[in-house]
């Protein structure tokens, strides 16, 4: 019988220095945290879109408001009563002869009242163009005002200077596009309406003025103004009484309570609110009776008061027996902001913060799969994953202008969870793979998720869950025998 002679097995060609450098476990990881690096390039992107979505939102929004009514600023009312006085001023001629001039000019005293009572209902709604959304409210504020009797003495005047068939009432709103109702000053049967102030008197950003009949020389009255206006996002009220009361209530859920003074008494339920202010004058900026001031008694700023600082000018507009006459800012008024109930924006933004740290944990995940599996995973899968990961949040950003946060982000997530998902699945051939890594993606997205839920907690929440995965990779990473690789 004849023996078959076999050919000895050679033994295997070893590995050149470049077959193992691409090989090597250690490169590869380096080169994953680099790519981690760079995809913070996209994620910088993602978050410029966020921004421009929002500054347009925001330019739609004003516009919406432009033209129903902005942001309201309640004042007054503040009886005026004109007097007129007269000043000699001496002027030198051309021959050098002293001549005295006399002028006459015409001037007001201020009375703010002894107690103002505000009551105010309002109902906001929403209002939409295209895809974007505004709050928007309607009102009816009633001012209740009760007046004292003037101190001339105070203001070194006489009674016979002053014209009191003239006084005025002058009330203030910011936006006299909002008004749906010419208001009147009601006392008793009588009733004044307003009209738009003329230019000598300025109190307010826009002035309406009455007119009142003080014939008998005496202020110590008792009226009340009805409006009927409209305006959006918020209501601010400016207590100008000796002691001002504010009622303010709503159908709305999420009310924010801002200005310089929070109320006494809130209820917030899950459709409607109500609060109430008592606000005395002891920070008030300006005495309760003046004369000689024409100017504005406010500057404000239009603007929401979140994370916002104001000052205001220590220059006194004017001196009355030493007292100090300065604008007032939204920090001596009361505010009430109609929050939107999803700022779909704010919640996508504070989710793509933690784009980055959700990309590195997910590639981290893949790099321990592929060497405890042993399942070879090229680097160009990797970034494939990884610019599907940062695809999920320009996915949220566009779903969420259509159909609110909460779905979109749970459309977005299946959508990329099934996709890197069966992608893994088409590398490794292994549904078990594949199903431990959907499973992964799906408690990551949770958990940011529930971060954004928690908001005060969130920071606590984080943390102590990011140490939580922290722990978990250090354990896996036991189970791993990296010097076999050096072997290899």
């Not at 879109?49 to 007054?76: A, M, P, Y």
């Not at 060497?371 to 970034?383: A, G, L, P, S, T």
């Amino acid at each position: 019988m004849e023996h078959q002679n076999t050919p000895p097995v050679l033994p295997p060609a070893p590995l050149t220095f470049f077959e193992r450098l691409t090989n090597s476990v250690i490169l590869k990881l380096g080169v994953i945290l680099f790519l981690v690096l760079l995809l913070l390039i996209p994620m910088s992107r993602v978050e410029d879109l966020i921004h421009e979505r929002k500054d347009r939102e925001q330019s739609v929004s004003s516009e919406i408001t432009s033209k129903w009514g902005n942001r309201q600023v309640v004042s007054g009312p503040i009886i005026g009563i004109p007097y007129t006085y007269s000043y000699t001023v001496n002027t030198t001629d051309d021959k050098g002869q002293v001549k005295s001039e006399t002028h006459v000019e015409k001037d007001y005293v201020f009375l703010v009242s002894k107690k103002l009572d505000v009551q105010s209902a309002v109902t906001p709604s929403y209002l939409k163009r295209g895809i974007y959304q505004t709050v928007v409210y309607n009102a009816m504020v009633t001012l209740g005002a009760e007046f004292d009797e003037i101190d001339l003495s105070k203001l070194d005047l006489q009674a016979d200077d002053l014209e009191w068939d003239k006084a005025r009432v002058f009330i203030g709103l910011s936006d006299l596009k909002g008004v749906k109702a010419v208001p009147r000053l009601n006392m008793g049967q009588d009733g004044e309406e307003f009209e738009v102030g003329n230019t000598d008197v300025s109190l307010f950003e826009r002035t309406m003025v009455a007119h009142i009949d003080l014939s008998d020389r005496s202020t110590k009255k008792k009226f009340s103004i009805d409006l009927d206006i409209r305006g959006s996002r918020n209501l601010t009220i400016f207590p100008t009484g000796n002691e001002t009361s504010i009622v303010v209530s709503g159908e709305w859920p999420n009310p924010s309570f801002n200005g310089g003074f929070l109320p006494e008494e809130r209820t917030v339920s899950e459709n409607s609110f109500a609060a109430n202010w008592r606000i005395p004058s002891f920070s008030r900026k300006f005495p309760q009776q003046w004369k000689g001031v024409q100017g504005m008694m406010y500057q404000v700023s239009n603007q929401e008061f979140t994370d916002i600082a104001y000052a205001y000018s220590e220059t006194p507009a004017a001196s009355y027996h030493g007292q100090r006459v300065q604008q007032s800012t939204e920090q001596d008024m009361v505010q009430v902001n109609f929050l939107e109930s999803v700022n779909n924006y704010q919640k996508t933004m504070r989710v793509a913060k933690y784009g980055i740290l959700v990309v590195l944990l997910t590639l981290t995940s893949l790099f321990f799969t592929e060497v405890i599996k042993k399942q070879r995973v090229h680097i160009i899968q990797y970034v494939l994953i990884g610019c599907a990961m940062v695809l999920f949040y320009s996915l949220l950003l566009a779903i969420s202008e259509h159909i609110g946060f909460n779905w979109a982000y749970l459309v977005s997530a299946l959508a990329t969870t099934m996709l890197i998902s069966a992608f893994i699945y088409g590398i490794t051939k292994n549904q078990k793979i594949a199903w431990i890594f959907s499973g992964i993606l799906s408690a990551f997205y949770a958990f940011i998720f529930s971060l954004m839920q928690l908001q005060d907690y969130s920071l606590i929440v984080g943390t102590i869950g990011v140490f939580v995965i922290l722990a978990l990779l250090m354990r896996l990473s036991i189970r791993v025998n990296w010097y076999q690789f050096e072997r290899k």
